[in-house]
């Protein structure tokens, strides 16, 4: 098995509200992610998908709880460990519209990241022109804004932009869910190629589980700001346990006319994080709920070898 290079013990991060309340947006999570693997993280929006994302890559201070890359704490690290840790692991965003500075040309967006980092080597120019090829991008390209591409040219801008520093880690929020289908698939896979030239490990948030189905090797399911299930991909489609990833997987379409699969349909709207149920908080939802879901939080444990869920039925 390989070696882990994230981490993450009992994270949590709240947020605090004017109304005194406060949003428990990740709360208690619990996993790792091997090198060179793509961990898929998937939940409806407002789960705590992309909180979780933002605090392991620091752009959020974590309330409770640690995440670790290669063995050390990142919200503790000394100043020019962080350096080194903003080379190491890249955001790419869910709207390359909105994460690409519109008045910036794609050469100085791409190189934005070389120059904070203060690579030295090869002339800049010269790297965001290969950056951009990598990326399937022409090197005349460097000269243009943003408005000039479409989506799913933006998109690549932003994965070059991601690569520009020779990252080791990249967390994926979202990163094709603004773009047409038949882009999608073309994202999905220039990321897969990437990771197998240059060895990237990747956390690929999505908020439905067809999305992350093909790209993942093991994937995690949230709700509320917990972890769960977690299992192999190929385990968690053929095999899911916990009432939610069953809703969640039973709207996915079959694309075998003769296989039929019954669709769960999940009632009521996700509960506020910060007034959540008491004891499972799937349970104002859930189609198997029973008197003690109310009254016991299920615990966080591994059933089988990798498969991990949180679930009073096993
Ligand atoms: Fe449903 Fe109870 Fe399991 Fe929660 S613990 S998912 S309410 S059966």
């Not at 003690?292 to 591994?302: D, F, N």
Request: glycine share 8%; net charge neutral.
């Amino acid at each position: 098995m390989s070696e882990i290079l994230v981490e993450v013990n009992n994270l949590k991060k709240y947020f605090g509200q004017k109304a005194g309340t406060t949003l428990k947006a990740v709360d208690g999570v619990s996993f790792a992610i091997r090198k060179g693997e793509t961990f898929g993280l998937v939940g409806e929006s407002g789960c705590g998908k992309s909180t979780l994302g933002r605090t392991i890559v620091r752009l959020y201070e974590s309330t409770e709880g640690e995440v670790r890359f290669k063995g050390e704490n990142v919200h503790q690290l000394s100043r020019k460990e962080s350096k080194q840790f903003n080379r190491d692991v890249q955001m790419i965003f869910q709207d390359p519209h909105a994460s690409l500075n519109p008045r910036m040309n794609v050469r100085s967006i791409i190189a934005e990241g070389m120059k904070v980092q203060d690579l030295s080597g090869k002339d800049r120019a010269e790297r965001v022109r290969e950056l951009l090829q990598l990326v399937g991008l022409r090197p005349e390209h460097a000269d243009r804004y943003p408005h000039e591409f479409s989506g799913g040219q933006r998109q690549r801008i932003g994965i070059a932009r991601a690569l520009a520093v020779d990252p080791q880690f990249i967390i994926a929020d979202e990163p094709i869910s603004a773009l047409d289908v038949s882009i999608q698939a073309q994202i999905v896979n220039l990321l897969e190629d990437l990771q197998h030239k240059r060895g990237l490990t990747f956390l690929f948030i999505a908020h439905d589980l067809s999305m992350v189905q093909h790209i993942s090797n093991r994937i995690g399911v949230m709700y509320l700001g917990k972890m769960v299930e977690l299992a192999g991909s190929v385990e968690l489609y053929k095999k899911p346990l916990h009432p939610y990833t069953q809703a969640l997987l039973s709207a996915i379409p079959i694309p075998d006319p003769t296989v039929k699969r019954e669709r769960i349909v999940l009632e009521g709207d996700l509960p506020s994080p910060s007034n959540l149920p008491s004891g499972c908080r799937f349970r104002t939802r859930c189609p198997q709920a029973m008197e003690k879901c109310s009254l016991m939080e299920p615990e966080w444990k591994e059933i089988e070898s990798g498969h991990w869920i949180a679930c009073h039925l096993y």
